[in-house]
């Protein structure tokens, strides 16, 4: 879970401009805008977040939202607050209120094993996305592919530094499913392809403060860096701070132009990249996720047949095609 230089606790950006404030505030219990006909109308469904402090989980759950209202269920959204100890509050709470649905996005799944157990004892379906526990039983499995997403990510990297050179990576928190798969694709892409790719792992946490701190602190051990890749957009609102402390950011094209390889698709990483800072992005689809999850709720009560799990593929954003209106980043705004 970014800004034009800054994902605070991701996969992932931090809320910016008045349309993703005004979804933060407005949590809560929403109801059906219109009445609607079909298996989802008059259900209620319990959606924890997995925090909205990033702009990307903002977006998925404002279009859940929407879909909620389309299909006349009421919602309550609970913002997970990128927090594995509140969202094992919120689960077991929610649990307790019998909703019809759940919808869950874990931090960290391993540690929400008891809130999963409670809901399968209660029978009530549990849909998850982008982290899956260990155990329990789920109804589907959203996700986006992070795994190729890494792979895209060492792709893009090693076309901007020409195969070698020393790679700082900001990578996400250790107990993320979606972190440790980013991290396992490009590893082993890098492995496989690239051997002249150094890779220092700095333990960013999905945070731009981190970020920053880490990569200066990167610098002074090595200055001789070649290229700079995050788990998230967010982080790199701290990369660019902290080459900007150092007097190391120049822009794509002038000397010393040091390239960046970003994650998620933000609207302020597609500005990034328009401006010359960032070079690329992995770019992942909550719109795309939103849907498909709403729709395997549908045809599950439906009783019509529906894929167990969903893998959203990612998209390589440069500055050739960062106007795409398929770019999510491109349909919200900053």
Known sequence: ???????????????????????????????????????LAGKRLAYIAFGLQYEYQVTLV????????????????????????????????????????????????????????????????LFLLENLPPEGDWVAYNTFDDEAGGRAGAD???????????????????????????????????EAKYPGMKIDTLKCEWTADNAQTLVVDAFTRDP????????????????VSALRQINRLKKAGEDGHIPIVGFDGTPLGLQRIRDGIQDADVGQNPFSMAESIVGSMEAHLAGKPFEKKTLIQPVMIYKENVDDQNNWGNRVKA
């Open 1 to 39: 879970m970014d800004s034009n230089d800054t994902h605070r606790p991701s996969r992932r950006g931090v809320l910016l401009g008045g349309s993703a404030l005004a979804l933060a505030a407005g949590l809560g219990l929403a109801r059906p805008a219109r009445a609607a006909d079909g298996p």
């Open 224 to 239: 001789n860096v070649a290229g700079i890749w995050a788990h998230n957009d967010e982080m790199i609102r701290g990369v």
């Open 62 to 125: 404002g279009r859940v939202k929407e879909l909620a209202a389309e299909k006349g269920m009421s919602i309550s959204v609970l913002d997970g607050k990128g927090d594995p100890s509140t969202q094992t509050t919120q689960l077991l709470d929610v649990v307790s209120k019998q909703p019809d649905l759940i919808l869950l996005n874990p931090v960290d799944a391993k540690l929400l094993q008891g809130g999963v157990r409670k809901a399968n004892q209660s029978n009530i379906p």
């Open 156 to 190: 893009a990297m090693a076309k901007l530094i020409g195969g070698k050179g020393l790679v700082l990576e900001c990578r996400g928190a250790i107990g993320s499913g979606q972190s440790n798969l980013r991290f396992k694709g490009f590893h082993e892409q890098a």
